[in-house]
C-alpha cells in the first residue's frame, strides 16, 4: 500500500500537468505510453519473441497512434480514420511480411502475428480515443472526468469489496473481485461524476453525469478483467513492473481503453457542444 500510494503521489500530478499543459504534452505522455503498454503485452504474450519483432511491433503501434491523432486533429475531433485505417492496413502487411522471413515455423508466426495485430487495436487504437476526448471544447475537463470516474470506481470497489465483499464477481479470470465491490465503485463512479458536473461543467445535465458514470464504471470493470485474462491466460500476476506498488504500464491504463471510446462517443452524440 505504501508504495501504491508513493507512486501515485507523484505520479498523478504529473500526469495531470501534462493533460492541461497543452495537446502537445497530452500526446507525447500517451505516446510514451502505448510504447511501453505494447511492449509488456508482447513480453507477455509471447514471451519468445525476438528483440526486432518485439521492436517492430511497437514502432508499428506508435505509429497507428500518431495516425490517430492526425485524424482527430484534421477532423476536429470527428474521430474519422481515414489516416489511421490505411496505416493499420499497412502495418498488419509489414508484420506478414515480417513473419515470412523471421525464420520462425508457420505456426509460430501465425500466432506471433496474431498477437501484434491485437496489440495495435486494443491498445493504440483503443487509447487514441482519448486524444479525441482531449481535442473537444471542454477536452481537458473531460479527461479529467474520465479519470476521476476511473479512479474513484477502482478506489470505491477496492474499499467496498475489502470491508463488505462475500460473492465473487468471477473467479475463473480475477478470483478476489467481488459483485459487492463492483456495487460499491459503480456507485463511487456515479458519485463522482454528478459531483464533478456540479464543480466544473454545469453545462451537463444530472441524467447525462449519471449515464457517464455508469458506462464508464461499467467499462471500466470490463477493461479490468479483460487484462487479468489476458495476464491469466499468460500465466503472469502483473504486466510490468515500472510502477512500484500498481504493477506495469497496462495495468494502470487497462481500465480507460474501453471506456475512452465510449465517453467520445457519448459526448459526440448526446451533447456536441461540450
Not at 110 to 127: D, H, M, S, W
Request: proline residues 2%; hydrophobic residues 55%; neutral net charge.
Amino acid at each position: 500500500m505504501f508504495k501504491r500510494l508513493a507512486t501515485a503521489a507523484v505520479g498523478i500530478p504529473v500526469v495531470l500537468w501534462l493533460i492541461s499543459f497543452s495537446e502537445i504534452s497530452f500526446f507525447l505522455l500517451l505516446l510514451v505510453v502505448v510504447a511501453g503498454a505494447l511492449h509488456e503485452l508482447f513480453t507477455m504474450m509471447i514471451a519468445d519473441e525476438n528483440r526486432t519483432g518485439r521492436l517492430l511491433g511497437v514502432l508499428l503501434g506508435c505509429l497507428v497512434f500518431c495516425a490517430a491523432y492526425y485524424d482527430m486533429r484534421t477532423g476536429a475531433g470527428t474521430c474519422t480514420f481515414a489516416v489511421t485505417a490505411a496505416v493499420l492496413t499497412t502495418s498488419v502487411f509489414l508484420l506478414f511480411c515480417h513473419g515470412m522471413f523471421s525464420g520462425y515455423v508457420v505456426e509460430q508466426q501465425c500466432t506471433r502475428i496474431a498477437v501484434k495485430v491485437f496489440g495495435l487495436c486494443y491498445i493504440a487504437l483503443l487509447l487514441s480515443y482519448c486524444l479525441g476526448v482531449r481535442a473537444r471544447p471542454d477536452g481537458t475537463l473531460l479527461v479529467f472526468l474520465l479519470l476521476a470516474v476511473t479512479w474513484a470506481g477502482d478506489s470505491g470497489a477496492y474499499f467496498i469489496g475489502t470491508w463488505l465483499g462475500k460473492h465473487r464477481l468471477c473467479e475463473a479470470i480475477s478470483p478476489k473481485k467481488t459483485v459487492e465491490g463492483a456495487a460499491g465503485g459503480l456507485a463511487a463512479s456515479v458519485l463522482i461524476a454528478v459531483a464533478f458536473r456540479a464543480l466544473f461543467i454545469e453545462s451537463m445535465s444530472i441524467g447525462q453525469c449519471i449515464v457517464i458514470g455508469v458506462g464508464v464504471n461499467v467499462l471500466n470493470q470490463v477493461g479490468d478483467l479483460f487484462e487479468s485474462m489476458l495476464k491469466r491466460s499468460s500465466g503472469v500476476k502483473d504486466s510490468g513492473s515500472l510502477l512500484p506498488g500498481h504493477g506495469g504500464v497496462l495495468d494502470r491504463i487497462d481500465s480507460v481503453l474501453f471506456a475512452a471510446p465510449f465517453l467520445f462517443y457519448y459526448i459526440s452524440w448526446v451533447n456536441p457542444v461540450l
